[in-house]
C-alpha cells in the first residue's frame, strides 16, 4: 500500500507525473519510479523514519532509483520526501519495511 501525504502543494504535484514506490511493504530492496525524473533535471530523495531522523539521502537523476535497504536496522514505517532542484516538495509518501 503506497500512501501519499496530503500537506504537498497541489500545484506542485500537479506539474510532476506520479512516483512509484515498491514493493510496500518491503524487505530487501525498494525502488522508487517516476517517469520525468531524466526530464526535469536533478531531484533529491530523502528517507526519514517516525522520528524524523534521516537515515538515506540521494539525488535522482533517472527514471528509477533502487535502494537496497537489507542492511538498514530496524522495520516499521519510513517516510520518503521527494523534492525538485529547487528543493520544492514533489510528493511524500510512507513505505513499511519488514
Known sequence: IITSVSNVSPLLNNKYSPVKI??????????????????????????????????????????????DISEWPKSGVYFIHI???????IDIQRIVLE
Do not use: M, W
Open 22 to 67: 515498491y514493493p510496500n511493504p518491503a524487505k530487501d530492496y525498494i525502488t522508487i519510479s517516476r517517469e520525468c525524473f531524466k526530464q526535469t533535471g536533478d531531484c533529491q530523495i530523502k528517507i526519514t523514519n517516525p522520528l524524523r531522523q534521516q537515515v538515506f539521502q540521494s539525488a535522482i537523476n533517472e527514471k528509477q532509483l533502487h535502494i
Open 83 to 89: 523534492a525538485d532542484k529547487d528543493k520544492n516538495t
